[in-house]
């Protein structure tokens, strides 16, 4: 398997480990279970900013989609929600943070909502990372040709996942512990 493939997924599995995190919380957070820690959040959001908005998602736009349209029109469509998702991800964060600076005083509506948002956001994110996995990858090792693969294999080596490589961020590991704890005892709650 070309080693951008192999990097590609294992960075899907760690976006789909913190996305799968943040959905734990919504059922937690919407039974008055769990609080909004501003710190666990912000630490995740700032994660996903750095390594999926900043890092991932460029790097797919950039090289793999790019040489897929060069060989095939098949994905055209799919491509461009795909883009236009990357390119609202930032955005999203920031509505995400907004709506957790209004938890802060304990209002339980504002609660109510950022869970609301975060149920959205994780069932998205969960639904963009399926349709690359699923359907741009495999056509990717379909239509694309050694030269092409090349050049998209140096770009994936060239930067690796920040949080879950060496050094991997303490914070978010802890987040992940916790989703499994809040999944044990409500099973289901997850994505
Ligand atoms: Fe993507
Ligand atoms: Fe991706």
């Given amino acids: 398997m070309a080693s951008a493939v192999r990097i590609l997924l294992a960075e899907h599995e760690s976006l789909g480990g913190v996305?799968?995190?943040?959905?734990?919380?919504?059922?937690?957070?919407?039974a008055g279970l769990a609080k909004p820690s501003p710190t666990v959040?912000?630490?995740?959001?700032?994660?996903?900013?750095?390594f999926a908005d900043r890092f991932h998602h460029p790097k797919e736009d950039e090289f793999l989609f790019s040489a897929l349209?060069?060989?095939?029109?098949?994905?055209?469509?799919?491509?461009?929600g795909l883009q236009h998702e990357h390119a609202a991800g930032p955005e999203e964060l920031v509505s995400l943070r907004?709506?957790?600076?209004?938890?802060?005083?304990g209002d339980p509506a504002a609660i109510a909502a950022f869970a609301d948002q975060l149920e959205?956001?994780?069932?998205?994110?969960?639904?963009?990372?399926?349709?690359?996995?699923?359907?741009v990858i495999p056509l990717a090792?379909?239509?694309?040709l050694p030269s092409d693969w090349e050049?998209?294999?140096?770009?994936?080596?060239?930067?690796?996942?920040?949080?879950?490589?060496p050094g991997a961020d303490g914070t978010v590991r802890d987040l992940l512990a916790t989703e499994s704890h809040w999944s044990r005892r409500a099973p289901g709650a997850g994505i």
């Fill in 19 to 30: 996305v799968r995190a943040l959905h734990g919380y919504v059922e937690p957070l919407r």
């Fill in 41 to 50: 959040f912000a630490t995740v959001f700032s994660y996903i900013e750095t």
């Fill in 69 to 80: 349209r060069g060989r095939t029109d098949r994905a055209d469509a799919v491509l461009l």
């Fill in 98 to 105: 907004e709506a957790l600076a209004r938890t802060q005083g």
């Fill in 120 to 135: 959205g956001y994780a069932r998205a994110q969960a639904e963009h990372i399926r349709v690359e996995n699923r359907f």
């Fill in 141 to 144: 090792k379909e239509v694309l």
């Fill in 151 to 165: 050049r998209i294999d140096q770009a994936f080596r060239e930067h690796r996942d920040p949080f879950f490589g």
